[in-house]
């Protein structure tokens, strides 16, 4: 089983539109949570961390639930600048800094 | 944030000879630099850890002696790979992080082709 699951996609979507990402982690010791976005051929970047609380930052909304090992990206009102690979990121920190990577979910967002 | 570059941005070079690539932080010092290599389609993939002024800890799986990685200062790493053959050609990315942000700052990637 991989470390971190999510669903390739692609997810083809209009502008406007809701989407939602969904991932999976295999490891209950997992402490820290993040939401990287990927564009093609260039290096991830920080969207957000997620919190057990959950978070928002502006269109985008991240929750944690610790009990499934399961991780949520929402994404309101889609832009065409969302298109990306949106990367969800885990973090055990009993293995020092070592973050996994899961193999991203593809966005696709359509004028 | 951070800002961690990495040059050279693109090689090309022939199956079997060394190809060494710079990761810097140009506004922090990082006590630790990380090495990830991701091929076409697929998750990035850690290679090794490296902290300033000692040995890499290599992930399992991957070859000490042919990804040579060198963390001298507390601003550069570098990752050389020796005797490059084709299936070495992907995507390197370094990353740097301190203990003063709880993150990673990601260079911008190293795109490898080996002919």
């Known amino acids: 089983r991989k470390e971190v699951e999510q669903d390739p996609g692609p997810f083809n979507v209009p502008e406007g539109a809701t989407v939602a990402f969904n991932c999976t982690y295999s490891n209950s010791a997992s402490q820290s949570f993040f939401w990287y976005r990927q564009d093609c051929r260039k290096e991830p970047k920080l969207l957000m961390s997620?919190?057990?609380s959950g978070n928002e930052d502006g269109r985008f909304t991240a929750q944690l639930n610790r009990a499934s090992q399961y991780i949520s990206l929402l994404i309101r009102d889609s832009k065409l600048s969302d298109s990306a690979t949106y990367l969800c990121v885990v973090n055990q920190k009993s293995s020092g800094d070592k973050l996994t990577f899961g193999t991203g979910t593809r966005l696709a967002v359509r004028p | 944030g951070a800002v961690v570059s990495q040059h050279p941005s693109r090689v090309i070079c022939k199956s079997g000879t060394s190809v060494k690539i710079e990761c810097r932080s140009l506004d922090f010092q990082a006590t630790t630099m990380f090495w990830y290599r991701q091929f076409p389609k697929k998750s990035l993939m850690l290679m090794a850890t490296?902290?300033?002024?000692?040995?890499?800890?290599?992930e399992q799986g991957v070859e000490k002696d042919k990804f040579l990685i060198n963390h001298a200062s507390l601003t550069l790493s570098t990752l050389t790979v020796t005797s490059a053959h084709p299936e070495d050609s992907s995507f390197y990315i370094c990353s740097a992080s301190t203990a003063y942000y709880n993150e990673q700052f990601f260079g911008p990637g190293t795109r490898l082709t080996v002919l």
């Open positions: 490296s902290n300033e002024g000692s040995k890499a800890t290599y």
């Open positions: 997620v919190y057990s």
